[in-house]
């Protein structure tokens, strides 16, 4: 059981980011590889980072992760190895691509699911979707997120999925849910088991 999507890892060094952050980010991955705007599985991951009044603050070991296409593995190290990226005047220097394999876990989590609704018509919304992709499982809501700021904004909620059997597991995480994949929204990672849903 493989999933035909793959994590593409860069090391990156940078300073603080602005909370706009992953709209530039994404203008910049596709000013060196335009083929990433060719597909709308292609996924930025949210980095892994701390906030300080608005600004996001990068670890020293921060990564940047896109969740691509087996495919185009090779042809985007070929385009990012190595490059400086431009994130509102702040340099982000990335470093040699990684791949690592998605791997079935029963429980997922999204940082934020797009949508501009209430709690229950979005409910609604992810059951209906993940109905169309013959996913079983249960669903906690978490807070209502935004990224971004003011006009330049994108709202919804973060998510938890459990109780996925392995092969629903690998689905949701290569096609995830929602729009704004580029932005880091919809995309789902492994979560630590919580005891009371097991």
Not at 92 to 97: D, K, S
Not at 130 to 142: A, K, T, V
């Amino acid at each position: 059981m493989q999933s035909a999507m793959i994590d593409l890892a860069f090391d990156i060094s940078g300073g603080t980011l602005p909370p706009t952050y992953p709209f530039a980010l994404w203008t910049e991955l596709v000013r060196h590889a335009p083929q990433l705007a060719d597909n709308e599985s292609i996924g930025v991951l949210p980095l892994r980072a701390a906030e300080s009044g608005g600004d996001v603050l990068l670890p020293k070991r921060a990564k940047l992760v896109l969740r691509i296409p087996i495919t185009l593995s090779e042809a985007l190290m070929t385009k990012l190895n190595g490059q400086r990226l431009d994130l509102c005047g702040i340099p982000m220097q990335l470093g040699t691509g990684k791949t690592r394999q998605i791997a079935p876990y029963p429980t997922l989590h999204a940082q934020q699911v797009a949508s501009t609704e209430d709690e229950e018509p979005f409910m609604e919304s992810v059951r209906e979707q993940l109905d169309e992709m013959d996913i079983s499982c249960n669903l906690i809501c978490g807070m209502r997120r935004t990224i971004g700021a003011k006009e330049l904004s994108i709202h919804g909620y973060s998510l938890v999925v459990h109780a996925l059997k392995p092969e629903a597991s690998l689905r949701l995480q290569s096609y995830g849910l929602g729009k704004g994949r580029c932005f880091g929204c919809g995309i789902f990672l492994p979560y630590k088991v919580i005891p009371a849903l097991e």
